[in-house]
């Protein structure tokens, strides 16, 4: 049983190119969302999506799109990387929505870098 | 506005000692609160889960208490061992919320032989 898992683990960009942060997991999870994480800001909700087909914004949106076509997989692509999207970002699922939810299992994390 | 905090960046105690971290949150009704560790270069492993109708909860030597009127809630480690050296994050799932949880900075615990 993997878990939750993301790749790439570290990523460089220079500032403009995109490029999608992978996140599968193996557990049937209906709920899954993606985190940044910068020093002194804790954890910031990106997109997070209750089911396959739909998702939603978070705290920090911007700059960032996500999919669900399936279960599984919710990748979070960056448009256009920006210095400021440097950061720590995890994936993370729940079994299910809401108060039913029991915890959130976490992936390793991709450390991005944007020059 | 609406805040979560712990209190403490960083909490430094003796082994054998219980470290007590402290998570207070403002203007959030929350369906439960949750304590998380992370290690140095790795994503947050759960802990606890206390529910807003619950007052303590025990995990073999973790405590986590949960205070409504307070807005307060407290986790606990007793016999700390170096191993329990990491940082610790609460967040909590506001009332309403689909699953979206509000994190805390975190307290870096270290525990000194």
């Known amino acids: 049983n993997a878990g939750v898992t993301q790749t790439p683990k570290f990523q460089v960009l220079k500032t403009g190119q995109s490029m999608t942060l992978q996140c599968a997991q193996d557990?049937?999870?209906?709920?899954m969302s993606w985190y940044r994480q910068d020093p002194g800001m804790g954890l910031r909700l990106i997109h997070y999506?209750?089911?396959?087909?739909?998702?939603d914004q978070g705290e920090v949106p911007n700059g960032y799109n996500v999919s669900r076509s399936t279960t599984e997989d919710f990748p979070l692509r960056l448009l256009s990387a920006a210095p400021s999207q440097t950061s720590v970002y995890f994936c993370a699922s729940s079994p299910k929505t809401g108060p039913l939810n029991t915890e959130a299992f976490f992936g390793q994390g991709t450390r991005l870098t944007v020059v | 506005s609406q805040k979560i905090e712990q209190n403490s960046e960083a909490l430094n105690i003796q082994e054998g000692k219980t470290a007590t971290l402290t998570c207070n949150y403002t203007n959030y009704s929350p369906a439960y609160l949750q304590w998380y560790r992370q290690d140095p270069g790795r994503g947050p492993v759960f802990l606890l889960l206390?529910?807003?109708?619950?007052k303590e909860k025990r995990k073999e030597r973790l405590k986590v208490t949960f205070d409504t009127t307070l807005k307060q809630s407290l986790f606990h480690i007793t016999a700390s061992q170096p191993a329990d050296s990491a940082t610790y994050l609460c967040a909590l799932l506001p009332g309403g919320s689909q699953g979206n949880l509000i994190f805390g900075k975190g307290t870096k615990l270290s525990v000194k032989p």
């Open positions: 557990m049937n999870h209906e709920y």
């Open positions: 206390i529910r807003e109708n619950e």
């Open positions: 999506s209750v089911g396959a087909g739909i998702t």
